[in-house]
């Protein structure tokens, strides 16, 4: 990988009207991991994520929690965002929040280059709003009249409004879609979308009368309008790399690699996204990959079941390596899954505690006990060629956000060596054929050192404890992700420095 390659990964930016769940932490230890595997790979990564201000749902929660400024609510919360995920160590360059001066910079750009195209025009909307949505609702979306998500009658609408002309858009953007299998990720979802647009696809209201909202960005030269909150919202994927205040970083990183959002939003970035960019005359970001929804224990997780689970807490009790690992392995990163504390106890003295903890204490243990604590090279170890394939998958996996792919790889390796010193029995050759002791233990922490590797991305405290236990992590800093990947890479005469269990028993 040359120095210049770039990589630019988006997570959706998150209403703040309310503290994160395990939900939206779910989207971003995603991001967090590409963006990291691209980081070993010295790709250049710029990695966003922010808050959603500009939301009706936001003027709601500030005077639920009897606050008369709201701009002070959202101060607050956007800090609480951003704490928890500096708490939980994501790894973004940048946090973007829609109320942030340089988002309506960006947006009233973004809005004036549409409307030079002539996409944009006054009409009247009469119509079905819901606001947990922030959306227009027809006909057919309800069921017994209300939204099926929201079980909530949407409001009625009759108001002069601006409208942007996304019909005009349908056919280009049916022939990107079919050029380009990769746009719409996983393959499921390109189908839904792309009926989608073909049949519904129509114009839309892209502002609202500024009596009926108390917040959002002024439509340029109309105060009596504010601009629909999707349509600034969306822009921010443009605002977080300089559109409109650093054209250098701009250029640099637009388009976006990828955009990851939940199935519930595909629309919005697959429809009514590449159309505004289009109109704009911008690139279309290469990939708009939707993951699933799980719920909690089979149920859907709502506050009023009281099953809302705080990433904050999970990680308090188990690490939040435990907590990245069983959301990607656990649930089919694109498909829909289920969350239960159970399952992350389980896999965590299963997985973690004995395939991955007990083989690092077995094999450090051996070595200390055999060699003093010292890495010796058996015979023929620079001779073979090991490994190569399990890189390989593993890269694929990760490149088409297979996660839990990639982690049975790695966990494939675990086994593999768990297997070999139940079948070798160390400790009975030590006894009757000695020399052959280095070569085994060395097979054992060379594929140590290649899963620490691995596990990187995944799960980066754990990698980080595993190879200063192995006494490499001076040595392999120094590495690129190609040398790395040599079998024999260890060092010999390394000392190994054994520490503390990777993942101790816990008290009930
Ligand atoms: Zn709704």
């Known amino acids: ?16 009207n309310d503290r994160p769940h395990i939900g939206h932490l779910y989207t971003t230890i995603a991001a967090d991991v590409l963006a990291r595997f691209q980081r070993l790979r010295r790709v250049d990564v710029f990695f966003l994520t922010g808050t959603d201000e500009n939301s009706q749902k936001n003027v709601e929660a500030a005077a639920k929690h009897g606050y008369k400024n709201i701009q002070e609510y959202l101060d607050v ?33 973004f809005w004036a280059l549409v409307k030079d195209r002539g996409d944009i025009y006054l009409g009247e909307y009469e119509g079905m709003y819901c606001t947990g949505c922030e959306g227009f609702k027809l006909e057919g979306d309800l069921v017994d009249g209300l939204c099926p998500l929201h079980k909530k009658a949407p409001d009625k609408i009759k108001e002069k409004n601006y409208f942007f002309r996304l019909s005009a858009y349908r056919d280009r953007l049916l022939e990107h879609i079919d050029n380009h299998p990769e746009f719409i ?32 960005i002024p439509v340029p030269g109309d105060d009596s309008q504010v601009i629909y909150v999707w349509f600034d919202a969306l822009i921010n994927y443009l605002t977080g790399v300089g559109f409109g205040s650093d054209e250098a970083t701009f250029v640099r990183y637009w388009p976006a690699d990828v955009h990851l959002v939940g199935k519930d939003i595909i629309k919005f970035h697959c429809a009514l996204w590449p159309a505004m960019l289009m109109s704009a005359g911008l690139s279309l970001p290469k990939q708009i990959f939707a993951h699933g929804f799980f719920t909690i224990d089979g149920e859907k997780m709502s506050k009023s079941l009281g099953n809302v689970i705080d990433p904050l807490e999970v ?6 390596d435990p907590l990245r690992f069983f959301l990607l392995k656990e649930i089919t990163f694109g498909e829909d899954g289920d969350f239960s504390l159970k399952r992350l106890q389980d896999r965590y003295q299963g997985d973690l505690g004995n395939e991955l903890g007990n083989l690092v204490h077995r094999t450090l243990s051996m070595t200390e006990k055999y060699q003093a604590g010292q890495v010796l090279k058996g015979k023929n170890t620079n001779e073979q060629n090991l490994l ?34 139940d079948e070798k029995k160390p400790w009975v ?37 595993m190879f200063e236990q192995l006494g490499i992590a001076d040595h392999e800093a120094q590495k690129t992700y190609e040398q790395a990947q040599i079998w024999g890479g260890f060092p010999e005469n390394a000392t190994i420095v054994k520490g503390e269990p990777l993942f101790p028993r816990l008290e009930e």
């Open 315 to 320: 990680v308090k009790k188990y690490g939040q």
């Open 185 to 216: 990720q996983p393959i499921t979802r390109r189908n839904e979308v792309r009926s989608y647009i073909e049949k519904f696809m129509e114009d839309v209201s892209i502002s609202r009368d500024v009596s009926s909202l108390r917040c959002g």
């Open 388 to 421: 190569k394939d399990e890189w390989s998958r593993y890269e694929q996996a990760v490149l088409k956000l297979d996660f839990g792919g990639a982690l049975e790889i790695i966990w494939e390796m675990l086994r593999w060596s768990n297997k070999y010193i």
């Open 429 to 465: 050759i030590a006894k009757e054929q000695p020399d052959l002791i280095p070569e085994i233990l060395f097979n054992l922490l060379e594929r140590l050192r290649h899963v620490a590797w691995l596990l990187k991305p995944f799960m980066p405290e754990t990698s980080a404890k």
């Open 1 to 16: 990988m040359s120095q210049s390659e770039k990589f630019y990964i988006t997570t959706p930016i998150y209403y703040v």
């Open 77 to 109: 919360m956007a800090a609480t965002w951003q704490s928890t995920f500096s708490d939980l160590q994501m790894s973004n360059n940048a946090f973007i929040r829609t109320t942030e001066k340089r988002h309506r910079v960006a947006v009233e750009k």
